[in-house]
């Protein structure tokens, strides 16, 4: 069974760096054809698919946040990571991290919480 992980800080400063890591077991982030995605959720808001790092390697982002996100990998750890500068108390919420493939996420971590405040 594919189990993932988040963990990192839940409390950030605003105008500083938001640091996420996704932990997972059962599987190889290299497999493919499997995509690592990171997906938020602001309190009282939907879903929002950040982005992905592919089985490859490659990255994908959301236009609205490809200029200040990035997400690599470590595959010796098998562990992906988020990288979100200059937040503000807009991206407080629930930090996911999930496998797919195309549209079908299948496995999805806890989430964890993160709040950007003073």
């Known amino acids: 069974q594919v189990q993932l992980q988040e963990s990192g800080p839940g409390l950030v400063k605003p105008s500083q760096m938001l640091s996420l890591t996704c932990t997972v077991s059962?599987?190889?982030?290299?497999?493919?054809?499997?995509?690592w995605s990171w997906i938020r959720q602001p309190p009282g808001k939907g879903l929002e698919w950040m982005g992905a790092?592919?089985?490859?390697?490659?990255?994908y982002y959301s236009p609205s946040l490809r200029s200040r996100t990035s997400i690599s990998r470590d595959t010796t750890k098998n562990q992906f990571s988020l990288q979100l500068s200059s937040v503000t108390p807009e991206d407080t919420g629930l930090y996911y991290c999930?496998?797919?493939?195309?549209?079908?996420?299948?496995?999805w971590g806890q989430g964890t919480q993160v709040t950007v405040s003073s």
């Open positions: 999930a496998r797919n493939v195309n549209l079908r996420f299948a496995y």
């Open positions: 059962g599987g190889s982030i290299t497999t493919s054809p499997y995509t």
């Open positions: 790092i592919v089985y490859g390697g490659i990255t």
